[in-house]
C-alpha cells in the first residue's frame, strides 16, 4: 500500500506545486478532486494534448495519479438525470484513462425524498452496471465510496456485489462506516473482495450526533487506523491510503504528521509488533 492525497487539501495549488509537495512529504501518489474548481487542471473540459502532459508530468515525478475522485452520484428520481449522470461518469473515466489514473471514486448519493433505500440501490446498480464495461476498455475501475446512504460497508457492497463486474469496486472511507455504527472488522470483511481505493482521515463524534465530526490528526480521533492497515495488509492490498481533508488543515501540518503516523502503521502490520501511535491493545491513542 501507498500513501497519497486528495488535493482538497490544497485546492489552490497548481499541478506542479502539489507534485512537488508530495515529493517533499514522502507521498507516492496524489487523488486529484475533479468538477470542484480546484487549481490542478484536471477536468473533462482538460484536451487531449493537456491529458497528455498531465501524465507526463506525473510520470517525471515519479508520482501515481493513484484515482480521480469525482462528484458522480446515482441514487437519482428522474430517469434523465440519472442517464446524464451515466454520461458524466463515462467523461471522467476517458480523463482518467487519458491521465494515467487506474481509478475514478463515485457516490451512491443521499436517497431522495420519498423513495425507498431498495429502489435508491437499484438505480445505483444499474447505474454502475452501464458504465462497466466502458471502464474496463479504458482500463479503470470504478469505485463506490462508503459515503452518504452508503455509509455502511454492507450497504456499498450489497450494490457493487450485484453488479458483479471485476471494474465495479469498492472505495472504502473506513470513518463513515465507524461513524454509522460498523466496526473496524465487520466493515473490513465486507469491502474486502473489492477495496481497490481507501481514503483515511481521523476524527471525532459525539455518540448522539455522528454527522457532526470534527477531523484531527491522525492518531487523536476515533478511527483505529492501525487495525485497518492491519487488515489491509492481510489481503496484499496494493492501493493507496489516501487522505482526505476537507478545509481541516494546512498542508504543512497535515501531510508530514499524518504520513509519520500511517508508516508507523505499515511497518507495524509488516513485523506484528504494535505502532508507537498505539496503546498496548492496539488501539489508536
Given at each position: ?34 468538477q ?48 446524464q ?21 463515485v ?17 445505483v ?15 479503470v ?110 498542508p ?34
Open positions: 500500500m501507498h500513501l497519497s492525497f486528495m488535493t482538497f487539501v490544497c485546492p489552490e495549488y497548481e499541478l506542479d506545486k502539489a507534485l512537488a509537495t508530495a515529493i517533499r512529504y514522502g507521498y507516492e501518489a496524489i487523488e486529484p478532486r475533479a470542484e474548481g480546484h487549481n490542478h487542471g484536471i477536468e473533462v473540459s482538460t484536451t487531449k494534448k493537456e491529458r497528455a502532459r498531465i501524465k507526463a508530468q506525473f510520470a517525471d515525478a515519479s508520482i501515481q495519479m493513484c484515482c480521480l475522485a469525482t462528484s458522480c452520484r446515482y441514487a437519482l428520481a428522474d430517469e434523465r438525470d440519472r442517464q449522470m451515466i454520461e458524466v461518469t463515462r467523461q471522467h473515466i476517458e480523463l482518467a484513462a487519458d491521465c494515467g489514473a487506474p481509478a475514478i471514486r457516490f451512491g448519493g443521499p436517497t431522495p425524498e420519498a423513495m425507498d433505500f431498495a429502489d435508491a440501490k437499484k438505480y446498480n444499474e447505474s454502475l452496471a452501464a458504465v462497466a464495461d466502458f471502464a474496463k476498455d479504458r482500463g475501475y470504478v469505485c463506490l465510496e462508503t459515503h452518504d446512504a452508503y455509509s455502511r460497508a454492507e450497504d456499498a457492497v450489497e450494490v457493487v456485489a450485484r453488479v458483479s463486474h471485476p471494474h465495479i469496486a469498492i472505495n472504502w472511507d473506513m470513518m463513515h462506516c465507524i461513524r454509522q455504527g460498523e466496526t473496524m472488522a465487520e466493515a473490513f470483511e465486507h469491502v474486502r473482495n473489492y477495496v481497490r481505493h481507501t481514503h483515511i482521515h481521523d476524527g471525532t463524534w459525539p455518540a448522539d450526533n455522528p454527522g457532526d465530526t470534527t477531523i484531527t490528526l491522525m492518531g487523536e480521533g476515533m478511527v483505529p487506523h492501525d487495525e485497518a492497515v492491519k487488515l489491509l495488509a492481510s489481503i496484499d492490498y496494493q492501493g493507496a491510503l489516501s487522505g482526505e481533508w476537507i478545509a481541516a488543515f494546512e504543512e501540518e497535515i501531510l508530514p504528521h499524518d504520513a509519520a503516523q500511517l508508516r508507523e502503521y505499515i511497518a507495524a502490520a509488516e513485523t506484528g509488533l504494535p505502532a508507537a501511535g498505539a496503546n498496548n491493545n492496539g488501539e489508536s491513542r
